[in-house]
C-alpha cells in the first residue's frame, strides 16, 4: 500500500507554505502525484436595504476570482512540488467549502489541509469536521509553521472503534516509513485494554511494523493524556480515529481536541 495520488487544499485567503512543504516532502517520500484543490464562496456584501445591485455581484466575482487565481499561483510557484504536480482545481462555489473539497477526494488517496486559525474564514477554508466528516478519505491537518513531514516517530491513539481501525489502516504508509510507532490507549482498565492493543501490534507486525505499546491511566481526560504521552516521546504525527460530530466540531472549531494535539506544530492524520 502506498499513497499514489495526494490532494492539497489551499485557502486563497492567507498564505499555505507550511501545508505546501508537507504535501512536497510527502509526494517526494512517495514519488506521489499532487492534486492542488481551491474553492471559495463570494463574500456576502450587505446594504443599508438589503439589496444586491449588480455591480456588487461583480464585485464579488472579482474577489473570488482573486483569492482562487492567488491559491494557485502559490502551488504552481513552489519548486519542490513541480514535479509532482498533476492538477489544479479552481473552483468557484455557492455551497460549503468542504463539501467540494469532499467531492474532488474521490481523485485522491490522502487530502491534506491545514488547520486554519481559530476563526477561519470559511469563504475560502474547509471546515475541518465537515472535511473529515464527508471526505472518506484520511484528512492529515497541518499546523501553522508546522516543522517536519518527516514523520520518524509516530503515536497511534488507540480505541477499539471502527473509526480508529480506518485510521491505522489509512496511516499504514506513513507507519512503515517510521522510526517508531507507538500505540497508545488510555483506560481507565488497563488490564481490559491489553488485549486490544496486543492484537493491533501483532497486525502492525505482520505489516513490517514493530510498534510499542502504552496503556496509560487517564489523568484529568484522555486528550491530557495523550497530548502528554505525544509530548515525551516527541512524536511528529498522531493518527486518531475522529469519532463523532460533537467531537470533530470541537476540533474544527478550536476547541480543546485541536489545541493539545496539534501544538508545538504538530500534524495529526484522521479518518472517519
Known amino acids: 500500500m502506498t499513497y499514489s495520488t495526494l490532494m492539497v487544499h489551499l485557502d486563497g485567503g492567507r498564505p499555505n507554505a507550511a501545508l505546501l512543504d508537507v504535501a512536497a516532502t510527502l509526494a517526494d517520500q512517495y514519488d506521489a502525484a499532487v492534486i ?3 474553492a471559495c464562496q463570494p463574500v456576502q456584501i450587505g446594504t443599508c436595504d438589503g439589496y444586491l445591485g449588480g455591480e456588487y455581484a461583480v464585485i464579488e466575482r472579482d474577489i473570488v476570482a482573486g483569492e482562487l487565481a492567488r491559491a494557485k499561483t502559490e502551488f504552481h510557484a513552489h519548486e519542490r512540488l513541480a514535479r509532482h504536480v498533476l492538477d489544479w482545481r479552481s473552483i468557484p462555489t455557492l455551497v460549503n467549502v468542504a463539501h467540494v473539497v469532499a467531492e ?25 469536521g465537515d472535511l473529515i466528516l464527508r471526505a472518506g478519505r484520511p484528512i492529515l491537518v497541518v499546523p501553522d509553521g508546522a516543522t517536519t513531514a518527516r ?5 497511534v491513539a488507540w480505541t477499539d472503534t471502527r473509526e480508529c481501525r480506518r485510521a491505522i489502516a489509512d496511516a499504514l504508509p506513513m507507519l512503515q516509513a517510521a522510526d517508531r510507532v507507538v500505540i497508545v490507549e488510555v483506560s481507565i482498565d488497563a488490564i481490559e485494554a491489553r488485549k486490544p492493543i496486543d492484537d493491533v501490534a501483532a497486525w502492525l507486525a505482520r505489516h513490517g511494523v514493530d510498534a510499542d505499546k502504552i496503556v496509560a491511566r487517564m489523568k484529568h481526560t484522555s486528550i491530557d493524556t495523550l497530548a502528554t504521552i505525544a509530548d515525551e516521546i516527541e512524536a511528529d504525527l498522531v493518527v486518531a480515529g475522529a469519532y463523532g460530530h460533537s467531537r470533530i466540531r470541537e476540533w474544527a472549531f478550536g476547541g480543546v481536541t485541536r489545541d493539545l494535539l496539534l501544538r508545538d506544530r ?3 492524520l484522521l479518518s472517519h
Request: aromatic fraction near 6%; glycine fraction near 8%.
Open 36 to 38: 492542488g484543490i481551491a
Open 104 to 128: 474532488h477526494a474521490r481523485s485522491a488517496d490522502l487530502v491534506i489541509t491545514s488547520a486554519g486559525p481559530g476563526f477561519a474564514d470559511l469563504a475560502t477554508h474547509a471546515d475541518t
Open 151 to 155: 514523520f520518524a516517530t509516530i503515536l
Open 266 to 268: 504538530r500534524c495529526t
